[in-house]
């Protein structure tokens, strides 16, 4: 038998744990004043090297938030939050559902650049920390016609507000938004006429669903908006798939490819003119992926702007360009 048990046998028996929630139980502020901090106790408690962590936080945290459209409407929408810290050594633990609580004390505000910086500032006083980080996740609907009839459909765009607050007080913004297009070879048009206009064999040149991820950072005191982002896209690459279609769309589309023929890489080169004009970008990094119809394997492209100090082309995530 324990020994333990025993011992306490000859106290008594112990008191019996009940089964079950109590609905009725409301603690007061001397109950609470016994419950252990497992955070005052994480300091003296530090496991692995005792060395400074640059983020920790929460991922996937939702909860709607209001945004406001260029026309000026707002919009409800369901988002995704990462907010991260940075915790200095000698420290173990923080206290996530302040991230979480500052949100909801905000939550009824529009979602700007303004609004993200107010929340990383509040991270800073509550969280003790130096540094911090908030990105936002939401898809973003726009209305979008068809190319030559009057249907409309509303296509859904993946977009994030990112926003970071250094140690030493700066805070930099930046958008994250992903533009979904068609693509048609050069090569495979060129070697069709060619089957055609030789051997009068009909052919079909390839093209594929394409995706461009721009990441860019606002110029100070610039506002720019998502559908001004859009719209650069558009106007570098055109062929933006379609939402609803007849058959003299379906025939616009395929003309359309024809007159926007594009590989990868005239892909990033189009986006690059398009966004390195635009005074209120800052900086931006562009990576294009064409899932080839083709062949197996996807054509990729990464570019940036080129800053001193600023974005640089290492991405590799190409897998989460899929469409």
Not at 90 to 117: A, C, P, Q
Not at 210 to 232: F, M, N, P, Q, Y
Not at 286 to 296: G, N, R, T, V
Request: proline residues 3%; aromatic residues 10%.
């Amino acid at each position: 038998m324990n020994p333990m048990y025993l011992h306490r046998s000859n106290q008594g028996q112990p008191p019996r744990v009940k089964r079950g929630y109590d609905r009725k139980f409301k603690p007061d502020a001397a109950y609470r004043a016994t419950l252990p901090d497992m955070m005052d106790a994480a300091h003296d408690a530090i496991q692995g090297a005792n060395v400074p962590i640059q983020q920790v936080g929460i991922h996937n945290f939702k909860l709607p938030l209001k945004y406001r459209t260029k026309g000026g409407k707002i919009l409800t929408l369901e988002t995704s939050v990462t907010g991260t810290v940075s915790l200095e050594a000698d420290l173990k633990g923080i206290n996530m559902s302040r991230i979480m609580r500052t949100f909801y004390e905000h939550r009824d505000g529009v979602t700007t650049g303004e609004w993200m910086g107010k929340i990383l500032k509040a991270y800073l006083r509550k969280v003790e920390t130096k540094d911090a980080r908030l990105k936002i996740a939401f898809s973003y609907p726009m209305l979008r016609k068809s190319l030559r009839t009057d249907l409309e459909g509303f296509q859904f765009y993946d977009v994030a507000f990112e926003g970071v607050m250094t140690r030493d007080g700066r805070y930099r913004r930046f958008i994250h938004f992903d533009f979904v297009y068609s693509s048609a070879c050069p090569c495979s048009a060129e070697l069709t006429e060619h089957a055609r206009d030789r051997r009068g064999a009909y052919g079909v040149p390839h093209s594929q669903r394409s995706k461009a991820r721009i990441t860019l950072e606002e110029s100070e005191g610039k506002k720019i908006w998502i559908e001004d982002v859009h719209a650069l896209c558009l106007q570098a690459l055109q062929t933006e798939t379609q939402v609803m279609v007849k058959r003299e769309d379906e025939q616009a589309f395929a003309e359309l490819n024809g007159a926007y023929l594009k590989f990868v890489e005239d892909a990033a080169r189009l986006l690059y003119l398009a966004f390195d004009r635009d005074k209120r970008i800052k900086d931006f990094r562009i990576a294009c992926s064409h899932l080839e119809s083709l062949h197996s394997h996807d054509a990729v492209s990464v570019i940036c702007k080129g800053v001193k100090g600023g974005f640089d082309a290492d991405f590799m995530d190409f897998g989460s360009l899929l469409c």
